[in-house]
């Protein structure tokens, strides 16, 4: 991607961030300006808390000004309001807009939330924050495994009902077991990483199919189930993409194992919550922990809350107190190669939004 402002590039900082970081920014190169109003966003609840105070309300004048902003910039830092109708506004607005960095690693599904046609979306490049989070993922994905192995949640229900059994029930090792990783990007090689540590052995898919140092064996979402009838345990880490919807439905779970143990940290898209509880109700799942679900935040009604054999988290397997500090040096690695005419890494595909 070349960068047509030849002196001066705008940088607009359109979320909460701390002021460290926008130095960071700024130090990049003497071109840049950095544009930073935090009266203007709203307070963080938390560390990396992009979307901020939900109760925080700009004035009139204050909204014209974060507005005109943003407006004003070749570069932002961030989704206006981290929103979709904010993406789609600032795209209508902004005619000198060459790029957004995401704060999500899944940002594609808010460029498609966007309604936004194909034409608007080639005009400026978005950036995604994937491999950001694959170190918390992965760890998370690992806590999964264990709890599935270690039996994690017979030993709390145990210990809530002060029970302690006479015939004591052994685990099972994870050192020997076999994992499949669905999606061998960066959150799934991280993640094979912590599990080769472990003693596990790895293999997974990829949509481009070639050797990976460590993993056993590679193969295409075809070659799944073959993958499946070995594994100890499964990790999901695929988007969420008209190609991986359902991807884990009946046939899948049923090419699995009983016993099998299963994490998601990709999407809850990508897994048919009914199969998914049928396959625990009959065994072939015998622990699920899930950090994504097809919809969010998980209606009430649903079985999965009180499932004995799951674990819900609520889409936060993610989120670390060093999330911001990342986030940023990731945005100031990718501005350097902007301002240095290089092509932008973690791009979303403007038509497959991946």
Aim: charge should be negative.
């Amino acid at each position: 991607m070349m960068n047509t402002m030849t002196t001066e590039t705008t940088v607009a900082i359109a979320v909460p961030l701390e002021s460290e970081f926008v130095e960071h920014i700024r130090a990049v190169d003497p071109s840049v300006t950095v544009l930073y109003q935090p009266e203007l966003l709203p307070p963080e609840r938390f560390p990396a808390d992009h979307t901020g105070d939900p109760d925080f309300q700009r004035s009139p004048e204050q909204d014209e000004r974060y507005w005109a902003m943003l407006n004003k910039a070749q570069v932002l830092y961030g989704f206006p309001n981290e929103s979709p109708a904010g993406l789609a506004r600032i795209a209508r607005e902004n005619p000198h807009l060459q790029w957004i960095q995401a704060m999500a690693a899944g940002a594609g599904g808010t460029v498609k939330v966007s309604g936004l046609d194909t034409d608007t979306l080639q005009k400026f490049k978005v950036t995604t924050s994937a491999g950001v989070h694959a170190l918390p993922l992965a760890e998370f994905a690992a806590l999964g495994i264990l709890n599935g192995f270690k039996r994690s949640g017979e030993l709390a229900k145990d210990q809530a009902a002060k029970v302690w059994p006479e015939l004591r029930t052994p685990t099972r090792l994870v050192n020997g077991s076999s994992l499949v990783v669905t999606g061998l990007g960066e959150i799934g090689l991280e993640t094979a990483r912590i599990a080769r540590a472990l003693g596990m052995r790895v293999s997974g898919t990829k949509r481009t199919i070639e050797a990976i140092d460590g993993i056993v064996e590679v193969a295409g979402n075809d070659g799944l189930p073959g993958l499946l009838a070995s594994a100890d345990a499964v990790v999901n880490t695929l988007p969420g993409t008209p190609y991986t919807e359902k991807l884990f439905n009946r046939a899948i779970f049923a090419a699995m194992k009983p016993g099998t143990v299963f994490v998601n940290v990709g999407r809850g898209t990508v897994v048919d919550e009914a199969a998914l509880l049928e396959a625990l109700d009959n065994g072939q799942i015998s622990y699920a922990c899930l950090d994504v679900f097809a919809v969010e935040p998980l209606p009430q009604d649903s079985l999965l809350w009180n499932h004995p054999q799951v674990m819900v988290s609520p889409h936060t397997s993610a989120l670390s107190v060093a999330e911001n500090r990342l986030i940023s040096e990731r945005f100031c690695s990718n501005l350097r190669t902007f301002l240095d005419g290089g092509e932008l890494t973690h791009l979303v595909d403007p038509v497959y939004f991946y």
